[in-house]
């Protein structure tokens, strides 16, 4: 029996954005250690996500929900993650 999917993690970013970059880099070994990947997306070529986020990328998005931007809020990421029933390792 498998247990419930992973969340989807998403990561709004821009290019050239050393906010985005230094986000990615302090995410990507969070999630890794869980199993996770985070996918990252274009803020400009979204129009609704433009929109959204505009100015506040980078923007960590668990499962569809806005979680936290511009820094990366590890201990919310980690909250979320755990409600939605992922390992904390």
């Known amino acids: 029996m498998n247990g419930p999917a992973a969340p989807e993690v998403v990561v709004?970013?821009?290019e050239d954005c050393p906010l985005c970059d230094e986000l990615l880099a302090e995410l990507w070994p969070l999630l890794a250690a869980r199993g996770l990947r985070p996918q990252v997306r274009d803020v400009d070529s979204d129009p609704?996500?433009?929109r959204r986020y505009?100015?506040?990328v980078p923007v960590v998005e668990v499962a569809g929900e806005?979680?936290?931007h511009g820094h990366l809020d590890a201990e919310a990421v980690l909250e979320v993650l755990g409600a939605r029933?992922?390992?904390p390792v």
Do not use: D, H, P
């Open 12 to 14: 709004w970013s821009r």
């Open 48 to 50: 609704v996500a433009l």
């Open 54 to 56: 505009g100015l506040k």
């Open 66 to 68: 806005a979680v936290c």
């Open 85 to 87: 029933g992922v390992s």
